[in-house]
């Protein structure tokens, strides 16, 4: 709201994809916004008071959806979190305890720098879409995640997968107007390598 009266033009919003929680098969921007926990919650008000400002002061709204967001800080010492997930298996794996995840179970991960790029080409947009999903277009699943926080930390952790659950789908986000903002599909992978190395080395380091 003092961004409208202060007469800026475009605000863009970083809010969440657990605005559509519990997660389907498939989900999109035009879904309706729906959560299940308290952070989703604000979020989705956050995304709801955006609307009404810009429908006050004229103000184009925007409103960027990304996941758990992965890569390593902008420079030494620069702001950095972490999913809870990853940063468990970190914390494990050096402690030498074993890792547990479910087979066949993932997330589409948010290459931190993917994100940044979309937010500043919506800053300049001329017509933006009001939502724009902003993760990797593929799954990584958790198994592989845990074999790479394994080999990161140089542990002998052993790895214990857990059973797949087949009557549970792999929720999807479709990123259609994300890559065409972009100019084509993120790739997270490599984000989600430095930024495990990130956590392991400020782990070791007692951070």
Known sequence: DAAGRAGVS???????VAVHRPFA?????EDGL????????TKATGEIFLR???ATHRMTGVVVRPGPIVGPPAFA???FRSDHRIADMVSASLAGRSLHAARGEGRQFSDVAAVSRAVVRLTAAANPHPTYLCLDRDIIIWVPVARMVIEAAGS???FVPGDEDSSAPVPRFRVE?????????SDALEAL????????TAHAAGG
């Open 10 to 16: 475009t605000c863009v919003f970083i809010s969440s």
């Open 34 to 41: 729906a959560t299940a926990d308290a952070y989703g919650a």
């Open 25 to 29: 098969y498939s989900m999109g921007e």
């Open 77 to 79: 010492g620069g702001s």
């Open 193 to 200: 390598k430095a930024h495990i190395a990130h956590l392991v």
């Open 177 to 185: 107007r994300l890559e065409r903002l972009l100019g084509g599909p």
């Open 52 to 54: 009404a400002a810009g």
């Open 156 to 158: 002998r952790s052993q």
